[in-house]
């Protein structure tokens, strides 16, 4: 009975929420797809992708929730990841903690690494912040290669356990994390700290000036995108069973920008649709490996040349209507807006 009473409110909050808008409608069936893949096709590779993709997903959206949202541009995002990878592979490896307190405490490991990276970079802007966010990621690098007989060094540490036993249970894992964190990193983009993040990026000057705390909400985010990334961080430690330098690669950081916007800035969903398209992608073009860098690089280009705000603001401009009056977003096929019933152009 309880089961039936919820199916109601379940239908009212997908009709309100999720069918108005053709972009949460496509989102909302890939997200069905995603969790109906196993079930048509179990091939391990495939699965492979999509959860190395959900990994991903989760990093590229925490990168935006910082860098989009507030204009501090990071150029060491890789820091939160490979903190957060270190972390939960010693715990797991030395304590014999399991994944799922591993992955949480190498999150909040990484929550701290954004507060060390956060509270001396509060006063750089611009090119300046970038540059310093960068020098983090590669100072941590210095550290692991001077004790190797802790981190490993260049081989990194291995033989952590496993995120689940089998491959079709860590890809449930990792599509419904991907899900559920997406979903949360995009209702605090919308929410009223969100505003301010979003403000902040555009006049910092008039919102100090309004009498908001700049400084705590910089923080705020600094620490929201640690936390996030470094989920990202550990959940990749357990699914590849090993955490070395590779996930504190400058080379890292920056796939995060590309994806971003790739995507779409600003958005939380737009680095993750970036993620989806472009990382399968470069599996397919493993197929020519001499100019496989080549073509993912020309793609990006052209894509980025016909749609400079990402590729999910090109299509949502075509599908959907801003109204003139409450600015809230209509279906392209409506005429009148779903909220104040203004008419639409």
């Known amino acids: 009975m309880g089961k039936i009473f919820f199916l109601p409110r379940i239908w009212q909050f997908l009709e309100k929420e999720i069918f108005t808008l053709p972009g949460r409608i496509i989102v909302f069936f890939f997200c069905i797809f995603l969790l109906l893949l196993p079930l048509i096709m179990d091939d ?17 959206a925490s990168w935006d929730l910082l860098s989009g949202f507030t204009g501090q541009v990071n150029f060491g995002h890789a820091l939160f990841f490979g903190v957060a990878a270190y972390t939960s592979a010693l715990l797991n490896l030395h304590i014999g903690l399991p ?12 929550v701290v690494a954004g507060l060390a990276v956060g509270i001396p970079c509060l006063r750089l802007r611009g090119p300046y912040l970038a540059l310093a966010t960068l020098a983090f990621p590669i100072i941590l690098m ?15 540490v291995s033989g952590i356990a496993p995120l689940a036993r089998s491959r079709v249970l860590t890809y449930y894992i990792c599509v419904g994390l991907m899900i559920g964190l997406g979903l949360i990193m995009w209702k605090i983009a919308t929410s009223k700290t969100g505003i301010i993040l979003h403000a ?13 705390n700049t400084t705590r909400y910089k923080l705020i985010a600094f620490s929201l995108s640690g936390l996030f990334a470094g989920l990202a961080g ?18 890292l ?13 600003a958005t939380i969903y737009g680095p993750m649709v ?6 399968p992608l470069m599996e397919l073009l493993r197929i020519l490996p001499e100019i496989r860098i080549l073509l993912f690089a020309l793609i990006v280009v052209l894509i980025l040349l016909y749609m400079p705000e990402g590729i999910t603001t090109w299509i949502r401009e075509r599908m959907e209507k ?8 209509n279906a392209g096929w409506r005429e009148n807006c779903r909220v104040c019933f203004a008419e639409l152009k």
């Open 234 to 251: 550990g959940i990749y430690t357990h699914f590849m069973k090993i955490a070395g330098p590779s996930t504190l690669e400058v080379s």
């Open 274 to 279: 970036g993620v989806f398209i472009l990382f």
């Open 200 to 212: 902040i990026r555009e006049d910092e000057i008039a919102v100090r000036a309004s009498g908001i």
């Open 99 to 110: 994944p799922w307190a591993t992955v949480p405490l190498g999150a909040l490991m990484a």
């Open 322 to 329: 801003e109204c003139p009056r409450c600015k809230i977003k």
């Open 142 to 156: 210095g550290v692991v290669f001077t004790i190797p007989q802790i981190t490993g060094g260049e081989l990194g």
């Open 44 to 60: 391990p590779y495939l699965l492979r992708v999509i959860i190395f993709s959900s990994i991903f997903a989760i990093f590229a």
């Open 253 to 265: 950081s920056f796939q995060a920008i590309i994806w971003a916007i790739f995507g779409g800035v």
